[in-house]
């Protein structure tokens, strides 16, 4: 069973970037596809994208497609969420989470505490 923490989040302004990470702890992180979503106020979680045991796929959502990069450490057992440009609508809770197999759609096991990002206009 593997556990997650997020940090990274904050405060920034719209344009700017902003890096997330996601530390795995117990569990054999390589072993795990590794997802970011994200929760607006009001809205249902949303899902960013994924990224496949070695790094070498990833995956996204249309709305990230471009702007978002997925990347992970196995030997740090961290996988990271890059946000550039980022805009106010992308104000929301982040969250990692982990699941056994690679793809779009997938139900996910294990899920972060989540970080907040807020973007001032």
């Known amino acids: 069973q593997v556990q997650l923490e997020e940090s990274g989040g904050g405060l920034v302004q719209a344009g700017d970037s902003l890096r997330l990470s996601c530390a795995a702890s117990?569990?054999?992180?390589?072993?795990?596809?590794m997802g970011w979503f994200r929760q607006a106020p009001g809205k249902e979680r949303e899902f960013i994208g994924t990224?496949?045991?070695?790094?070498?796929?990833?995956a996204y959502a249309d709305f990230a497609r471009g702007r978002f990069t997925i990347s992970r450490d196995n030997a740090e057992r961290t996988v990271y969420l890059q946000m550039n440009a980022v805009k106010p609508e992308d104000t929301a809770v982040y969250y990692c989470?982990?699941?056994?197999?690679?793809?779009?759609?997938?139900?996910?096991?294990?899920w972060g505490q989540g970080t907040q990002v807020t973007v001032s206009s």
């Open positions: 989470a982990a699941v056994a197999n690679y793809g779009m759609g997938q139900k996910y096991d294990y």
């Open positions: 117990r569990g054999t992180f390589a072993h795990y596809a």
């Open positions: 990224i496949n045991y070695s790094g070498s796929s990833t």
